[in-house]
């Protein structure tokens, strides 16, 4: 599974972002996809998670700020970023447990990471 995600950038704060992030290579189910943000220097975190069933889980320093929504038809999950601080800047990862339909193993999956920059 190849994850490629995209929309980063430079914002102001108080303003949007979306990223987008396609997951890509067959026989594979996704099931948690989600995203995870990290600053030089400190530990990878979660941002946000959402299940093949559509169940979302989210920091709580982006709850009622960040939307996690997912389109499974292309194989695809999005993060909707807005009211954004300067403490959201990060770099943000895509991340995806896969389970491989023919062993029926899974495994966690990450994209390169796309940089998000707030300035205040």
């Known amino acids: 599974v190849q994850l490629q995600a995209f929309g980063g950038g430079l914002v102001q704060a108080g303003g949007s972002l979306r990223l987008s992030c396609v997951a890509s290579?067959?026989?594979?189910?996704?099931?948690?996809m989600g995203w995870y943000r990290q600053v030089a220097g400190k530990q990878r975190e979660l941002v946000a998670q959402?299940?093949?069933?559509?169940?979302?889980n989210y920091a709580d320093s982006v709850k009622g700020r960040f939307t996690i929504s997912r389109d499974s038809a292309k194989n695809t999950v999005y993060l909707q970023m807005n009211s954004l601080k300067p403490e959201d800047t990060a770099v943000y990862y895509c991340n995806t447990y896969a389970v491989s339909v023919a062993t029926y193993k899974g495994m966690d999956y990450w994209g390169k990471g796309t940089q998000v920059t707030v300035s205040s």
């Open positions: 290579g067959s026989l594979f189910r996704l099931n948690v």
């Open positions: 959402i299940t093949s069933g559509g169940s979302t």
